[in-house]
């Protein structure tokens, strides 16, 4: 039984194009996130949902946004993809906020 | 605001030595402490974490670590190394509520035969 599942595992795309990652835990957490991992393994939290309210927003553009149907799912939806944006994303949740995180497989973006 | 330093980007490490990755963190209040694995193409797992009481704390794989509050680290320690153990490591701080978790940049850890 997989804890936090996202699809796809991998996605290659051209720049100008529109993407999304979903993701999805069974584990019964209330809050969710999403993180962006680049090249040098640098780990930068993106969005934090917690019951489906959104509590943290980064400094992320406007391009990503994310949303949450209910409190087991949480997509990412990416429009305009850039060069920049190449990374891997994954997607976390815990039982509370500040608690152990319990991440994805990540999803490995590369933008051409 | 907080903070994580991971001391040493790259710790190598002979099969069967002590393991100690280095964490030291910033908090303005009292801090929730991680220590994550990470395995070559997959995502970060959770090897021990201190919230409140007991300062040493033990995880899964044989992992350790103590929070020190006088001088605000939280290293981790394994008394012998396997190969297995062959990962990025990430130590983590948050200050609780609906505060975010801050990752340190990883300490890659390998181990010689």
């Known amino acids: 039984d997989t804890a936090v599942s996202q699809t796809p595992k991998y996605l290659v795309t051209q720049m100008g194009n529109d993407k999304s990652i979903k993701c999805e835990q069974n584990?019964?957490?209330?809050?969710m996130y999403w993180y962006k991992q680049d090249s040098k393994k640098f780990l930068k939290i993106m969005f934090s949902y917690n019951n489906k309210e959104l509590i943290i927003n980064e400094t992320v553009p406007n391009r990503f946004s994310p949303k949450s149907p209910d409190k087991a799912h949480l997509n990412l939806h990416i429009n305009s993809l850039e060069l920049g944006d190449s990374a891997v994303y994954f997607c976390?949740?815990?039982?509370?906020?500040?608690?152990?995180?319990?991440f994805g497989p990540g999803t490995r973006l590369t933008v051409t | 605001a907080q903070s994580v330093t991971q001391l040493g980007s790259h710790v190598s490490v002979s099969e069967g030595a002590l393991v100690l990755l280095r964490c030291n963190y910033s908090?303005?209040?009292?801090?929730?402490l991680f220590w994550y694995v990470q395995y070559p193409n997959q995502g970060l797992q959770l090897l021990l974490k201190y919230t409140t009481g007991a300062t040493l704390v033990k995880g899964i794989n044989g992992f350790e670590a103590e929070f020190k509050k006088s001088e605000t680290s939280f290293h981790l320690t394994k008394p012998s190394a396997h190969m297995s153990d062959a990962a990025e490591y990430f130590c983590?701080?948050?200050?609780?509520?609906?505060?975010?978790?801050?990752f340190g940049i990883g300490t890659k850890l390998q181990v010689i035969p």
């Open positions: 908090s303005s209040v009292p801090p929730y």
């Open positions: 983590a701080v948050s200050e609780g509520g609906y505060q975010k978790v801050t």
């Open positions: 976390a949740s815990s039982q509370q906020m500040g608690g152990g995180q319990y």
């Open positions: 584990l019964g957490h209330d809050t």
